[in-house]
């Protein structure tokens, strides 16, 4: 990003903080001023110079306002309510790579963009931010047309059916060429198996079940799927062999036939070969549910989670049985956001150099149950079979003294 800066970036800091998160501010933002030979560093303060909260449309909230001013001229604003150096390598990324826009659909039960909550968005709406995706919701019910500068349109687990207008609007946006992604989960409504069935990706409604590779404390019924084994594709390339990512409760994924004339399909994720489609949907609601696999009844697995699609007419589709993964209480866990950014990229079609190169990030690392026993056995129950021997060898060898 710093190579890209072409014109002159002016640092100003908001007067206001406390002594000492002042101190680390400044310091922060004199490194990136030290990189850029045409940066400067300045004090705001608006108590002093009221004009300039004015100028600059400062509010409580601002601490840092970035000004850039490119070769032509022209000049660009971002203000920042908070410094780190992942707020400021995202703004000097907005000034010289042009945001794609992604517009979540809204209005029909779909998880909020603005909730904070375990089930909100704001950490997915975040990272992509942190990328160059200008994350925006669409209102169906309120709009009249689709926005020109939608690079993806993604529809996530709505809870009630498109009307015939919104869908309509949603089909017309993917007949011009128009990107989508759909997250379905098993008890959301059919607005999704339905737009699905224009591109021959069909949602069974069902849920995949896999009772025999189980995380350790994983709900025994099997609806935790562990999913490991990420196939060739640019989405999952970049993830090694010690990557995951886990789906909660997973609608599986089928190809329709009769549409792969003029399509490429790449299964992305894939449920393990003992899982299998369990259509009974009355355990998502009981309390200590039970299932098993019913020879001749049920559908033994594997079966697609996650498939890609590619049309002759420029558009890509991605399609994922599950969307509880990228909520706020689930993205930062196993390979989710990692999953999650590079799904953003294929779907959008960006350019690979929007994304930059991966950091290393802490996350949790699933054991499965006869792993955790070994560990269990080398590192607790070992040691005490050892002790307890030599406290009774000990006290053999003293018995004997005695008697001698």
């Given at each position: 990003?710093?190579?890209?800066?072409?014109?002159?970036?002016?640092?100003?800091?908001?007067?206001?903080?406390?002594?000492?998160?002042?101190t680390?501010?400044l310091?922060?933002?004199?490194?990136?001023?030290?990189?850029?030979?045409?940066?400067?560093?300045?004090?705001?303060?608006?108590?002093?110079?009221?004009?300039?909260?004015?100028?600059?449309?400062?509010?409580?909230?601002?601490?840092?306002?970035?000004?850039?001013?490119?070769d032509e001229?022209?000049?660009?604003?971002?203000?920042?309510?908070?410094?780190?150096?992942?707020?400021?390598?995202?703004?000097?990324?907005?000034?010289?790579?042009?945001?794609?826009s992604?517009?979540?659909t809204?209005?029909?039960?779909?998880?909020?963009?603005?909730?904070?909550?375990?089930?909100?968005?704001?950490?997915?709406?975040?990272?992509?931010?942190?990328?160059?995706?200008?994350v925006?919701?669409?209102?169906?019910?309120?709009?009249?047309?689709?926005p020109?500068?939608?690079?993806?349109?993604?529809?996530?687990?709505?809870?009630?059916?498109?009307?015939?207008?919104?869908?309509?609007?949603?089909?017309?946006?993917?007949?011009?060429?128009?990107?989508?992604?759909?997250?379905?989960?098993?008890?959301?409504?059919?607005?999704?198996?339905?737009?699905?069935?224009?591109?021959?990706?069909?949602?069974?409604?069902?849920?995949?079940?896999?009772?025999?590779?189980?995380?350790?404390?994983?709900?025994?019924?099997?609806?935790?799927?562990?999913?490991?084994?990420?196939?060739?594709?640019?989405?999952?390339?970049?993830?090694?062999?010690?990557?995951?990512a886990?789906?909660?409760?997973?609608?599986?994924?089928?190809?329709?036939?009769?549409?792969?004339?003029d399509?490429?399909?790449h299964?992305?994720?894939?449920?393990?070969?003992?899982?299998?489609?369990?259509?009974?949907?009355?355990?998502?609601?009981?309390?200590?549910?039970?299932?098993h696999?019913?020879?001749?009844?049920?559908?033994?697995?594997?079966?697609?989670?996650?498939?890609?699609?590619?049309?002759?007419?420029?558009s890509?589709?991605l399609?994922?049985?599950?969307?509880?993964?990228?909520?706020?209480?689930n993205?930062?866990?196993?390979?989710?956001?990692e999953?999650?950014?590079?799904?953003?990229?294929?779907?959008?079609?960006?350019?690979?150099?929007?994304?930059?190169?991966?950091?290393?990030k802490?996350?949790?690392?699933?054991?499965?149950?006869?792993?955790?026993?070994?560990?269990l056995?080398?590192?607790?129950?070992?040691?005490?079979?050892?002790?307890?021997?030599?406290?009774?060898l000990?006290?053999?060898?003293?018995?004997?003294?005695?008697?001698?």
């Amino acid at each position: 990003v710093i190579k890209k800066i072409d014109g002159s970036v002016t640092f100003s800091l908001v007067a206001g903080r406390s002594t000492e998160e002042g101190t680390q501010a400044l310091e922060l933002v004199n490194r990136y001023a030290r990189a850029l030979p045409t940066a400067r560093t300045t004090m705001l303060d608006p108590r002093k110079s009221p004009e300039l909260q004015k100028r600059f449309g400062l509010t409580a909230s601002d601490a840092l306002v970035i000004l850039y001013r490119n070769d032509e001229g022209k000049e660009f604003q971002k203000k920042l309510s908070s410094i780190s150096e992942r707020t400021i390598t995202a703004a000097l990324r907005s000034f010289v790579s042009p945001s794609r826009s992604v517009y979540v659909t809204q209005g029909n039960g779909e998880p909020s963009l603005n909730d904070s909550g375990a089930a909100g968005l704001t950490k997915m709406v975040a990272y992509a931010a942190d990328q160059g995706f200008d994350v925006k919701p669409l209102l169906l019910p309120a709009v009249g047309a689709m926005p020109d500068d939608a690079s993806l349109v993604v529809v996530l687990s709505p809870q009630k059916n498109f009307s015939d207008r919104e869908r309509m609007l949603v089909e017309h946006y993917f007949s011009q060429g128009g990107n989508a992604m759909f997250l379905q989960d098993p008890d959301s409504s059919n607005a999704i198996p339905q737009l699905a069935l224009q591109f021959g990706i069909g949602f069974s409604r069902s849920v995949v079940l896999d009772q025999e590779d189980l995380m350790y404390g994983a709900d025994p019924i099997g609806w935790q799927l562990l999913l490991k084994d990420f196939s060739g594709h640019a989405i999952t390339r970049s993830m090694s062999s010690n990557k995951f990512a886990v789906f909660l409760i997973a609608s599986p994924l089928r190809l329709l036939e009769e549409y792969k004339q003029d399509r490429k399909y790449h299964t992305i994720l894939s449920s393990g070969a003992r899982s299998w489609a369990e259509r009974d949907l009355e355990i998502l609601n009981q309390e200590n549910p039970e299932a098993h696999f019913n020879e001749g009844e049920d559908m033994r697995g594997p079966f697609p989670l996650a498939v890609a699609a590619e049309f002759t007419t420029g558009s890509q589709v991605l399609a994922f049985g599950d969307s509880q993964w990228v909520q706020n209480v689930n993205v930062d866990l196993f390979s989710h956001r990692e999953l999650w950014l590079s799904s953003l990229q294929w779907a959008s079609r960006a350019p690979f150099a929007m994304i930059p190169t991966r950091q290393m990030k802490f996350s949790y690392m699933p054991i499965g149950q006869g792993f955790y026993n070994v560990l269990l056995m080398l590192c607790y129950i070992l040691p005490e079979l050892v002790v307890i021997f030599g406290l009774l060898l000990h006290h053999g060898r003293s018995k004997r003294w005695q008697l001698a």
